[in-house]
């Protein structure tokens, strides 16, 4: 019997711990006194919660299905545990969890409340959406709700209306974690830079030491044009973070673009000692020895950076374009097939594609990757342009015109493409002459005659 009491007072002292944010010390005591009684399952509970602040999702997750096998049926333990499984990128199994939550009790609104969060997530927007509206038959004003929602209609660039969401839940819950951030990027993605410093600033004022706001701001601020600002953020990054490699990396990119190329090359290969597949140094090392004309240290960081299989839109168009200009265009085109695989609808990685694939010689493809630009974008001159260039080129003149035409149709005053449709023309007509005389010219060599043009 000593030995349950003391499990009992060591879970007592776990909670006053937890109260005062010592969460290793609250975690330690918890453990504690399940391996004394290990079939209490709130216990277990508790150490998933703890874990949840020490952000251990995964471990959490197992600590809430242990409770599960001793309480099935507990609503928290199953809320928290489909939460975790959306953080850890597990969103089928957090659905299925909610699925079971509602089944227990169909008026728990947090297993509508959640779903909103893990279907955006997937990209099934419209059920998030059908998942806002089941929940707010049972909780009207939810902050959480609101939060979620704006998520998902950011991800859509439904910007407005993600902003309406977001204000609504700070109407609902000024200190909700992270709204702030979410309003800085929306007002960022709709172009309304100073509103979103605005937003980041506040969030700073909240917590001032959370250096992923710092980088953030401080990209916004070098995109403002406040190079001084950017650079003092970037610092203070890695003055609170001096072992984590983003700081060194956005300072390394600041001091690129102040043109201190020696300085940036020292802050991102730190970056890279801290980690050595940190996303867009390399590229950013191979873009600086490229402007110094060290073309094959250049050609190296772009491998490198290739070899990462990088995920990011931004750094993999932006690698392309550089191996393009390196004169690597079968990476190029690597990376640019990555890209489209990615974003199908994206029309401008499809007109690089093209583009790639026609300095390659890889004509009747490359046009085919013109009508994809064309078909998310079917006013995309630059993919009309190219198109046209490379049909010229295979001595399809007719439809290279009807490309022109289209051009011409969406600019009229493109002195570019007024040019090519006049050279287009006067292929064609040469064409038909050449064509004329490779018909005409046995007969009168045969005869002993000279062809005369003149009638």
Known sequence: MNDWYDAEQQVEKA?????????????????????????????QFNIGLTLDEMERYGEAIEAYEEALTLQPDDLEALNHLGIDLTRVGRFKDAIKNFERI????????PSYCNRIGAYGEMGEHEKAEEMFYLARLYKDQCPDCYYAMGCSLQARELYDKAIFCWQKTLDLD???PDVHLRLAEAYWGKGELEKARQHYLRELRKNPGHTDTLLDLGELLLEMDHLDEAGEKFRRAIELAPDHPAGYYCHGRWLEEAGRYADAVTALSRSLVLDPTYPGAHLSLGRIHYRLGERDEARLHLRKELLLRPDDPH???DLANLLMDSGETRAAVACLKRLTQLEPKNADAWQNLAVALFLRGRYEDGILACDEALRCDPK??????NQALALERLGRYDEALSAIRRALEIDPGDVSLQKLEFRVRLLKVRGRVFKLLRGLWPFGRGNGRALNLNG
């Not at 330690?28 to 004394?36: G, K, P, Q, S, T």
């Not at 089944?103 to 609104?109: G, H």
């Not at 995309?380 to 342009?385: E, I, K, R, S, T």
């Open 315 to 317: 750094i993999l168009l």
């Open 15 to 43: 909670q006053e711990l937890f109260e005062q944010q010592k969460w290793p010390e609250a975690l330690e005591l918890l453990r504690a006194a399940v391996a004394i009684n290990p079939y209490n399952g709130a216990w």
């Open 174 to 176: 000024d200190q909700h």
């Open 102 to 109: 509602e089944a227990l009790d169909a008026t728990f609104e």
């Open 380 to 385: 995309h001159v630059m993919a009309l342009f």
